[in-house]
């Protein structure tokens, strides 16, 4: 079922998480672990994360070096179809355009669509590992919209060989993400905001935001979109604080803030164990506040601490 069916069919706000495919090596069972505590809070739909490969240089014993190109986290499809079957809840791949050329693309969603699912979440991703900025591959997307075009054409049986006749149409619903405090590469939150628009005007059915920590940013986020005609629904992406670490990989990685009395309780804390307990609150404090604001979904960015969530998510309902 497509997740804008699910918003639309419910009353209350719903439930979903994301998760990353399991490290190379390892198998099904500890993405099973990772999710079994969650289950029970029926989550609408569950998003699964796509991580390019990355180049990296293994040196020989001659000394010289070779280019490797490794992935260690393959198996976003066939994640998505593994947890559907076993826990018959709606999947939501993550499709990206960086290491894709079209062609590509065209057969993931193709291979998606056999698979029976409904959704996809497309996005640009980052520049790759070796690389300062963002770089589409030869003939490949080089932002969001452009790989939702493509969805968009496949929904309409339009492929990428214009001969082809009587073609099958997708059905897939379109999810892209949007950035409460800016996406780090845009000059300001209008030119931000007037590229998200272009996605949404294009065919996106909703929007999944970044991660933040202060619910003012979303609710004005949801405001500055709503004023410039962004009528779809915006699913807030959450997260907890579980290390004293995050204080400065969160702000580093994602390019959001931490708000001072979270990070000035964290930082006063001995142990990661009284973080996990700060940010379980803070977490739960956030949850509250937006499930009473009537968001369409909580949305849990589950990597780490799915206990922390499921103690959040218990608490909520
Ligand atoms: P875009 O919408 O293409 O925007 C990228 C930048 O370009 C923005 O600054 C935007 O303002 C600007 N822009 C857009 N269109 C134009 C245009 N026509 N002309 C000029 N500028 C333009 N990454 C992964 O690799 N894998 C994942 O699974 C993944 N999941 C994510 C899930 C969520 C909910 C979020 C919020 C992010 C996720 N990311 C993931 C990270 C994402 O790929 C990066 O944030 C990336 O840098 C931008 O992706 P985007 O889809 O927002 O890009």
Redesign the pocket.
């Known amino acids: 079922m497509k997740v804008i069916d699910h918003i639309n069919q419910s009353e209350k706000p719903l439930i979903s998480f ?1 998760i ?1 495919p399991p490290l190379k090596g390892r198998g099904i069972q500890s993405l099973y672990d990772h999710l079994n505590p969650l289950m029970e809070y029926k989550p609408a739909f569950i ?6 490969s990355e180049h990296i240089f293994k040196k020989r014993l001659d000394g010289s070096f070779e280019k490797v190109v490794v992935r260690k986290r393959p198996g ?1 499809e066939s994640i998505c179809a593994a947890i559907m079957n076993k826990y018959n809840v709606d999947t939501v791949p ?5 290491g894709f050329g079209v062609n590509e693309t065209e057969d993931a969603l193709i291979n998606l669509n056999y698979l029976g699912i409904d959704n996809v ?7 790759a590992k070796n690389e300062s900025t ?1 770089e589409p591959e030869p003939g490949g997307h ?6 939702l075009k493509q969805v968009v054409n496949l929904n309409e049986g339009v492929y990428l060989e214009e001969n082809l006749k009587n073609t099958s149409k997708t059905k897939f619903c379109i ?5 409460p405090e ?6 300001n939150m209008e ?6 628009k ?2 949404v005007d294009a065919g996106a059915d909703y929007i ?4 933040f920590f202060d619910n003012a940013k979303y609710f004005s986020f949801v405001k500055a979109c709503r004023e410039i005609g962004i009528m779809v629904p915006i ?1 807030p ?1 959450l997260k907890p604080i579980y290390s004293k670490k995050q204080l400065t990989i969160l702000p580093k990685t ?1 390019h959001i803030d931490l708000p001072t009395p979270l990070s000035e309780a964290v930082a006063s804390c001995k142990s990661d164990t009284d973080v996990e307990k700060i940010g379980q609150e803070w977490l739960l404090h956030q949850s509250k506040e937006l499930k009473e604001s009537g968001v369409p979904v909580l ?1 849990y ?1 589950t990597l780490g601490r799915p206990q922390v969530i499921a103690n959040v998510v218990k608490d909520l309902l």
Do not use: W
């Open positions: 994301e990353l998003n699964v994360t796509y991580h390019r976003t993550h499709l990206i355009c960086g979440l497309v996005l640009r991703g980052d520049a963002f080089q932002y969001a919209i452009d790989l999810g892209v993400a949007g950035y800016k996406h780090f590469e845009a000059p030119s931000d905001l007037r590229h998200l272009a996605k999944i935001t970044q991660m699913i992406g994602f949305h960015y």
